[in-house]
């Protein structure tokens, strides 16, 4: 292990020096680009005939687009430091290890014809620029959002207070037991960001950036969180079981569940309730080695200005990082076809993008306080949330 | 050529070990190295340790990690947790599976032995997902158990059951009754399997001669048959105990999202990147089976298989 990482810094300092600069200019494509993807960020009409923005690219090019999907950022990670992958679509925890790694190139924006057609909020983002050195292409954002079953819920609930707290809801029946929360320790931060909201005296200024004292109490709002949730949930397509056939009514959930639940004609809406939300936001990097970087570029150009902006948002529901480019339907899982005439954009939140914490890996160095709680903590901590302790 | 060819073979046939070495060198190597060799690398992450500020492990031996395993309670509740359902099932696919392989082995004739071996590895047959995701909407609130009763109009009974403290919760599929009846069904063929075995080892004149003695049906059964059969239940829980102390997908899918040692070892090296600590977790299912196993051995568990 150890002499593995010294040759890896040995190799960094021989490699930096050789991509310090940015591609200047384009030549043409090597015929192939290796992908490291969200399992449903690169559709080729294979899942649905007409979800596909990879065919379009392999004619256009001639680069033959390899995927490979990983399920954490860690594993992605762990991925673009074996080698041997162009670009991955990295988020907001995984993208700032790549550049500190030296694992992912500097680009050069002016590469990428359409580039200025980014939504300019996310232009300079800091989970992809550093030092103003841009490290990636914005790929698509979206938010979580509290879902709700309008048989339980008749109006729209405008604080995470119903989540969090022992309520009686609208069917004159408690929420105890009827609640589900997310089951990965980054959800300690949408604790955090409610507390930020009802308990200024904490100090809160940044829901991934906790001293111990915020953090205890996050945990103590999470455990009282406990007694209500019936169960957690990790995987959408178990949610969407749980809300449909367990009676669950009440989670922070992502719009793409939302969507295939009205899409399965389940009494189900979201909101952001009034403390905002906690969200993603995904960037296309390259990696330091990539043999197919013409490919590479050509990507980032081809996910701005094709269909995949669009149709992306409309599967996933995501927001485009391009806002002209929003699609104008809500998926219909049944018939795998756009319902015309409603704005995807609207529905998965674009007004959103100030009410958005976007997540980020929490590390001991942090900005806003004077150190903070790590990651690993949040793990075991959570684990012991989960176990009633 | 040929002739150093012969003096080859003629060494080798001379001296036999040096040729069964050959033989069991590639074997015994995958063993030795990709087996055993990753097991003990994994093993001793536990004697390292998680710098608390970087978050990076520190490769020096130090206890710290076994002693933060053994005085968190929230790690102690887990490793409670797994042993006491790993207990609980092996209990439960012994009293289900008995009487099953019991029928099988004295009862049947060898064409419905036939269709019992079948029925019983049918399951197997299918993919170990798409059985839990089943029993998931098997026990679901809108699922068919809730219907049956609800037409028998036992829904209170199951109320009743569900409001028990610790086993009972929401719903069948979000409560440990419900953990313990999938995990019970999904192992139940790796217990009745052994213990028809030794029940087919018993020879019926042995049963003859207890009623020639004068013995009851009962008295032979707990004094003739039962014993016999020891070792192949504890061969039996040997399977469910250890498959239980290790599965970590059933408790995702079914239960109150309390961990398990599984999800805890997946969970620390796989999101957290606290290899030592997920390390520390595997060593005690290892040293739990360890201690299994010696009172199994005793109970004769390894004749039986």
New interface residues.
């Given amino acids: 292990?150890?002499k593995v990482s010294i040759i890896a810094i040995l190799f960094s300092f021989v490699s930096l020096p050789l991509f310090a600069a940015p591609l200047q200019s384009l030549g043409s494509g090597e015929g192939e680009l290796n992908v490291v993807a969200w399992a449903g960020y690169l559709e080729r009409g294979e899942t649905v005939e007409a979800f596909d923005w990879v065919t379009g690219y392999e004619d256009n090019t001639g680069c033959k687009v390899n995927i490979k999907t990983a399920g954490?950022s860690?594993e992605m990670v762990a991925l673009m430091n074996e080698g041997g992958f162009d670009i991955v679509t990295a988020s907001g925890d995984a993208s700032l290890r790549l550049i500190a790694g030296g694992t992912v190139q500097e680009i050069n924006i002016d590469l990428i014809p359409s580039w200025d057609t980014i939504d300019p909020r996310l232009q300079n983002a800091e989970w992809h620029t550093v030092d103003g050195k841009h490290y990636g292409t914005p790929y698509m954002w979206g938010s979580n959002v509290l879902m709700y079953n309008t048989n339980a819920v008749s109006e729209a609930p405008t604080s995470w207070d119903v989540v969090f707290e022992e309520k009686t809801l609208s069917d004159g029946k408690s929420n105890k037991?009827?609640v589900q929360a997310f089951?990965?320790?980054i959800h300690i931060a949408d604790a955090a960001m409610y507390l930020m909201y009802h308990q200024p005296e904490l100090g809160i200024k940044d829901p991934y950036e906790l001293t111990n004292d915020q953090y205890q109490a996050s945990l103590d709002l999470l455990r009282q969180q406990r007694e209500l949730?019936?169960?957690?949930w990790?995987?959408a397509f178990?949610q969407i079981?749980d809300f449909?056939?367990?009676?669950f009514v009440l989670s922070a959930s992502w719009p793409f569940q939302v969507n295939l639940l009205v899409g399965a004609e389940q009494p189900i809406a979201s909101t952001i309730p009034q403390e905002g939300a906690t969200g993603w936001a995904d960037t296309t990097m390259v990696h330091s080695d990539s043999e197919n970087i013409n490919c590479a570029y050509m990507w980032m150009e081809h996910q701005l200005s094709s269909n995949l902006q669009s149709d992306l948002g409309v599967w996933f529901g995501a927001v485009p990082s391009v806002p002209s480019k929003c699609g104008t339907g809500l998926m219909d899982p049944a018939a795998g076809i756009y319902q015309e005439g409603q704005n995807a954009c609207q529905i998965n939140g674009i007004d959103n993008f100030d009410k958005i914490y976007f997540w980020k890996t929490p590390?001991?160095k942090c900005e806003t306080q004077e150190s903070c709680v790590?990651?690993?903590k949040w793990?075991?901590d959570y684990?012991?949330v989960?176990?009633?302790? | 050529m040929i002739s150093s060819l012969d003096n080859f073979s003629n060494y080798l046939y001379k001296n036999k070990h040096i040729l069964l070495l050959i033989f069991l060198l590639p074997p015994l190597l995958w063993l030795g190295i990709i087996y055993l060799g990753s097991l003990v690398v994994f093993l001793f992450h536990s004697l390292f340790y998680l710098d608390g500020f970087t978050g990076k492990v520190v490769y020096q031996i130090s206890f710290s990690t076994i002693a933060e395993l053994f005085s968190s309670p929230a790690n102690i509740d887990i490793l409670i947790r797994t042993v006491v359902l790993a207990l609980a099932v092996s209990i439960g696919a012994a009293v289900i599976g008995f009487p099953i392989a019991f029928y099988m082995a004295k009862f049947t004739s060898p064409k419905i032995k036939i269709f019992f071996y079948l029925a019983i590895m049918l399951p197997l047959w299918s993919s170990y997902l798409v059985r839990v995701y089943s029993w998931k909407l098997i026990l679901a609130k809108e699922g068919i158990i809730n219907w049956v009763l609800a037409k028998l109009h036992l829904t209170w009974l199951l109320d009743a059951i569900l409001s028990l403290p610790v086993v009972g919760g929401p719903s069948l599929s979000i409560s440990y009754l419900g953990m313990f009846l999938v995990f019970t069904y999904i192992w139940l063929p790796f217990m009745i399997l052994p213990i028809q075995a030794s029940l087919e080892r018993v020879p019926n004149s042995l049963l003859n001669a207890s009623y020639d003695l004068g013995a009851t049906r009962r008295q032979t059964f707990y004094k003739v048959v039962l014993p016999l059969a020891l070792p192949g239940i504890a061969a039996g829980s040997i399977f469910t105990f250890s498959l239980t102390l290790g599965d970590y997908i059933i408790p995702y899918i079914i239960g109150t999202s309390k961990f398990f040692i599984g999800q805890a070892v997946y969970t620390h090296q796989g999101t957290a990147g606290n290899i030592p600590l997920a390390a520390a977790f595997s060593l005690v299912p290892i040293g739990v089976m360890a201690i299994y196993i010696y009172f199994a051995k005793k109970l004769g568990a390894f004749n039986a298989l």
């Fill in positions: 292990m150890k954490t860690d037991g009827r089951d990965g320790p949730v019936g169960r957690y990790h995987d178990m079981d449909t056939n367990e009676g590390v001991s790590p990651y690993y793990v075991t684990i012991a989960l176990g009633g302790r």
